[in-house]
């Protein structure tokens, strides 16, 4: 089993109340990271894994827990993890999107050497994250007064499309993610060729309901508009075509030949320059779910492909953002924030256990 280790910063153990395994889940990447607790929860080390070459997660966490004693002699008893994918009501189990694996607490309780485990869906723990970000971690989009504890939207594209408003607690004084799962929300054709791609991806992806917002903004999003532009035949197909045929994660070569293939380098103008509907959509989406939760305290945009293509959010964007028959005097009062920090996720599933912890909830 291959994975990445990353060393944060050195440590010593009298300098936390007590360490924690806590980890992102998605259907990409798997993020495992040791964290120290102390005033605020500190990321020391992490071992990324490639969610795809997995079978299931607990051998992924027991490697985690070897590697940690074995290098650190710290054993880990305690976890907190985060997965993309709906959450059950008990809280017990995950069903991870775009991965043939889920997760259940009972199950790593039994496989591994946790004994206590948090579970949470992926944005609610980003949400959580919210709390540990600094200034170096966001890059301003749109300027505007941010309201002190004000409700903020949090939204990003990756493998999916992820959604949480955070309610701000005054007990805790810090912010608290209401799950959600409006990715999968209807999406809104305005123009012939969105009707187009809506009718393409119904088809290709065999859907008797309508299309959603995921289907747009998503790796899965921009693979469905290279198989259109393939399918146009406007274009010579090149050798690449095969090898993005065959890829589990279609995205990354479409990506990684941008500039060798003439259908992913199309691909990607579309994706950020001539066609618009990436851009045009993620600003629908933004400003509908400001408007569900007049976030004040602004929107904040996660998610790797955001982050790899900023220019994404520039002024047609924000323009785009504004537009509401009656209501754009209050669009132009939210600010738009884009999160550059790529373990929001594992931040925030500490800091999840963390607070719950000195709630004294039983964990």
């Known amino acids: 089993m291959q994975f990445e280790i ?8 009298k300098d936390f109340r007590y360490f924690l395994l806590a980890g992102d889940i998605g259907g990409t990447n798997t993020r495992l990271g040791l964290f120290g607790i102390g005033n605020k929860p500190q990321l020391l080390i992490s071992l990324h894994f490639k969610s795809q070459e997995l079978t299931n997660l607990s051998s992924a966490i027991n490697k985690a827990l070897e590697y940690f004693y074995k290098n650190h002699k710290i054993n880990l008893a305690k976890a907190s993890i985060a997965a993309a ?28 050497g946790l004994r206590k485990i948090l579970l949470l869906n992926d944005f609610e723990a980003i949400g959580y994250g919210i709390n540990m970000i600094s200034a170096k971690d966001v890059k301003t989009i749109k300027r505007a007064k941010k309201m002190p504890n004000a409700p903020i939207v949090l939204i990003g594209a990756g493998t999916g499309l992820g959604k949480t408003t955070l309610i701000f607690d005054i007990h805790s004084q810090s912010y608290a993610p209401i799950p959600s799962e409006s990715g999968h929300n209807d999406f809104p054709s305005e123009n012939e060729r969105e009707s187009k791609i809506i009718k393409f991806i119904r088809k290709r992806e065999n859907l008797k309901n309508f299309v959603s917002f995921e289907h747009f903004l998503s790796g899965h999003g921009l693979t469905d508009i290279y198989y259109f532009l393939r399918k146009s035949g406007r274009f010579r197909q090149t050798k690449c075509a095969q090898e993005i045929d065959s890829s589990k ?37 933004a ?43 209050l669009l132009k009062k939210i600010p738009i924030f884009l999160i550059l920090n790529y373990n929001i996720g594992m931040l925030g599933a500490a800091f999840a256990y963390d607070i719950q912890k000195r709630k004294s909830l039983a964990l």
């Open 85 to 112: 994918g709906p959450l059950s009501a008990d809280r017990n189990k995950i069903n991870v999107t775009n991965v043939k694996w889920g997760i259940s607490k009972s199950d790593l309780l039994k496989k591994t």
């Open 6 to 13: 990353k060393n944060y910063k050195g440590f010593k153990r």
């Open 287 to 329: 400003r509908s779910c400001a408007l569900d939760s007049l976030a004040y305290g602004g929107v904040y945009i996660t998610g790797k492909i955001a982050a790899n293509n900023r220019e994404i959010f520039g002024s047609k964007f924000i323009k785009s953002f504004e537009q509401n028959y009656k209501l754009a005097h």
């Open 249 to 285: 994660n279609k995205p990354e070569f479409i990506s990684k030949y941008r500039k060798a293939d003439e259908i992913c380098k199309e691909t990607f103008n579309i994706f950020r320059e001539t066609f618009n509907i990436f851009r045009d959509a993620y600003a629908r989406f």
